[in-house]
């Protein structure tokens, strides 16, 4: 079982940035991936980026430049994802959450980011 829990988010000027965290705990050495999710009103879910265990990383074209996933494992029982988040735009306003999968698939209750003047 595995638990992720995110937080970091809140209101940013466009062009700014915005650090997000998730911590992954409990059976982390059976994960496959930790990812980034996003949703916006109104619209569907979408990925953002992934970090695999491997070490390859993917992102959206919409992250592409400007948002960096990275993650560190503190011991066996928890990992921590970050998403990076710069030069910030109005329609990267959404609901992130973080998302972890390998023989199961975890979700965080979300953490909210407002790109907003």
């Known amino acids: 079982q595995v638990q992720v829990v995110e937080s970091g988010g809140g209101l940013v000027q466009p062009g700014g940035s915005l650090r997000l965290s998730c911590v992954a705990s409990g059976s982390i050495f059976m994960l496959n991936a930790m990812d980034w999710y996003r949703q916006a009103p109104g619209k569907e879910r979408e990925l953002v980026a992934q970090t695999f265990s491997s070490g390859q990383t993917n992102y959206a074209d919409s992250a592409k430049g400007r948002f960096s996933i990275s993650s560190i494992s503190r011991d066996n029982a928890k990992t921590t994802m970050y998403l990076q988040m710069n030069s910030l735009k109005p329609e990267d306003t959404a609901v992130y959450y973080c998302?972890?999968?390998?023989?199961?698939?975890?979700w965080g209750k979300g953490t909210l980011v407002t790109v907003s003047s």
């Open positions: 998302h972890a999968w390998g023989p199961g698939d975890y």
